[in-house]
């Protein structure tokens, strides 16, 4: 078994620019919580309303519930990476959010379990998963595979915007897609009768791949299979009714790929009921994505643009 005991007290990260990241938020909306999260999770808590946090309240904030250093840089760097990707419902209201959880342990440190050259697998062992994830990537960074690895992380919740470390990853030259488990909150979209029509059956389960790229610009794709995000309800941005598979008529394939993404983390991180992330991360054999960029001729490809930035 390993651990990275110094990973919370690193003081190498850079924050961005707190003015930049509230210039370049999207307009605020009311703040309510509609209803109850779904129950499962002791970070999942009631609805209460939630504020975004000011930029520059951020780290103390944080500091105040108990993080250290570079814990709490690591969290607001995810939080204004989703605040400048117009993200807000992974951004700064997270912290009022945080802020809620009797069961919050920020000294809680994750553990790697397995450490095989294709394959890892951890345990949050309490840790927010955020910060599991933080852990899992800057591993991953530091001892890349030769060819691929899975790795596999129980008790990994909440996560966040998958996309904000699918992307570094790809900024060091690897292939990588991540899937997480959260709340059952989509149903199926069919309610055959005699079916458990209504009944929640899997997350949100969004996906995150991102491709390395020879011009320095990785595409990021990263997509709930819902309509709306929890994050989104929790900012008064949709309501709990709109957390439904997205696509309407064709709404069966987002239920279908929910329910695919779930199992695939439930039998790789377990144990059922809980929530976990699968990650797969390889090096490249081909650099595909400057040739779509040619063919796309200045379309916007996923991952391209940040609130605030131009289209690439």
């Keep these: 078994m390993t651990t990275d005991p110094d990973?919370?007290?690193d003081d190498t990260l850079v924050l961005p620019g707190a003015a930049e990241a509230v210039r370049a938020?999207?307009?605020?909306?009311?703040l309510?919580?509609?209803?109850?999260?779904?129950?499962?999770?002791?970070?999942?808590?009631s609805p209460t309303p939630v504020e975004r946090v000011p930029a520059e309240e951020a780290l103390p904030r944080l500091r105040a519930l108990g993080f250290g250093e570079y814990a709490a840089r690591a969290l607001v760097t995810h939080f204004l990476d989703a605040e400048r990707c117009g993200r807000p419902g992974h951004g700064l209201s997270r912290i009022a959010w945080l802020?809620?959880?009797?069961a919050l342990d920020p000294e809680a440190r994750p553990e790697r379990v397995v450490a095989e050259e294709g394959f890892e697998r951890w345990e949050g062992r309490g840790t927010l998963g955020y910060l599991v994830l933080e852990a899992i990537v800057r591993a991953?960074?530091?001892d890349p595979p030769a060819r691929a690895r899975v790795i596999a992380a129980s008790e990994c919740f909440p996560t966040g915007m998958l996309g904000h470390y699918a992307r570094r990853i790809a900024e060091a030259g690897?292939?990588?897609a991540i899937t997480a488990t959260s709340p059952a909150r989509l149903a199926s979209p069919d309610g055959l009768p005699g079916s458990a029509g209504g009944v929640p059956l899997?997350?949100?389960t969004p996906l995150a791949i991102a491709?390395?790229?020879?011009d320095g610009r990785p595409l990021v794709t990263d997509v709930s299979m819902a309509k709306a995000n929890w994050g989104d309800v929790l900012t008064g941005a949709a309501t709990p009714e709109d957390v439904i598979p997205f696509g309407g008529e064709q709404s069966h394939k987002a239920f279908a790929l929910a329910v695919g993404l779930q199992m695939l983390v439930d039998a790789l991180a377990g144990p059922p009921g809980g929530f976990g992330a699968v990650l797969i991360v390889a090096r490249p054999e081909h650099d595909p994505v400057p040739a779509l960029r040619q063919v796309a001729r200045g379309t916007r490809l996923p991952g391209d643009t940040r609130l605030g930035e131009p289209w690439l």
């Design 7 to 9: 990973w919370q007290n």
């Design 25 to 30: 938020a999207a307009a605020e909306a009311a």
């Design 32 to 45: 309510a919580v509609a209803a109850a999260a779904a129950a499962g999770s002791p970070l999942d808590p």
């Design 99 to 102: 802020e809620q959880h009797p």
């Design 140 to 142: 991953q960074l530091a």
């Design 174 to 176: 690897l292939v990588c």
């Design 202 to 204: 899997a997350g949100t």
């Design 211 to 214: 491709i390395p790229s020879g």
